[in-house]
């Protein structure tokens, strides 16, 4: 398995406008995390599915972040419109059960 | 507010050594406790998985330890090598949902 496939790996972007991180899971597993990393705040939950309905959104820090998961080899997480404090490193995550998790290698999304 | 908290400042150990990491929690109630590595420019690895129930586990050279009464995880790396080196995080479960609350890290560097 090639797995967790997260898509572009670096993104630079100017502020208002959109961007779509994108995001393959393991084939098999039934859970799909979107995090964001950055010094400051350290590794933190946005957003989970499982079997492709989200479950927990409430670390989504507001409207302009949405996230889909419209089959179980796909999901994105779109932020409209981009600001500077959005810039991070976004990982996305798959898991089955109560095993450890299995992270992509990020996105580093820098705002200017 | 729930916390979880990891030795900011970075340890350096001196290569065959043993390097001893920890993690504290408060206002948790975890079902398990997970440890991973994380390499610069690359996500979170798994590495090990202990539940509320177990004291210890061992993986090769890493031994976990969990205290629910302490509120306390040790992580221990035995035997230390330079590719030892890295950031290491700790992460609680709860018992509702399958979400993952990560500590901020603690990074070490192993000397030869």
């Known amino acids: 398995d090639a797995g967790v496939i997260q898509s572009p790996r670096h993104e630079v972007t100017e502020m208002g406008q959109e961007v779509t991180l994108r995001c393959k899971p393991i084939?098999?597993?039934?859970?799909l995390f979107w995090y964001r990393q950055t010094m400051m705040r350290g590794l933190e939950l946005l957003i989970y599915?499982?079997?492709?309905?989200?479950?927990?959104d409430s670390g989504m820090p507001e409207d302009r972040f949405s996230a889909k998961m419209p089959n179980a080899s796909f999901s994105t997480l779109k932020i409209q419109p981009s600001e500077p404090r959005d810039s991070a490193v976004y990982f996305c995550?798959?898991?089955?059960?109560?095993?450890?998790?299995?992270f992509g290698s990020g996105t580093r999304l820098t705002v200017v | 507010s729930q916390k979880i908290e990891q030795n900011s400042e970075a340890l350096n150990i001196q290569e065959g050594k043993t390097a001893t990491l920890t993690c504290n929690y408060t206002?948790?109630?975890?079902?398990?406790l997970q440890w991973y590595r994380q390499d610069p420019g690359r996500g979170p690895v798994f590495l090990l998985l202990i539940r509320e129930n177990e004291k210890e586990k061992r993986k090769e050279r890493l031994k976990v330890t969990f205290d629910t009464t302490l509120k306390q995880s040790l992580f221990h790396i035995t035997a230390s090598q330079p590719a030892d080196s890295a950031t290491y995080l700790c992460?609680?479960?709860?018992?509702?949902?399958?979400?993952?609350?990560f500590g901020g890290g603690t990074r070490v560097l192993v000397k030869p």
């Open positions: 995550a798959s898991t089955t059960g109560t095993y450890g998790y299995t």
């Open positions: 599915f499982n079997n492709n309905v989200p479950i927990d």
């Open positions: 206002n948790y109630s975890p079902a398990y």
């Open positions: 992460a609680l479960r709860g018992y509702a949902g399958n979400k993952l609350t």
């Open positions: 084939s098999g597993h039934d859970y």
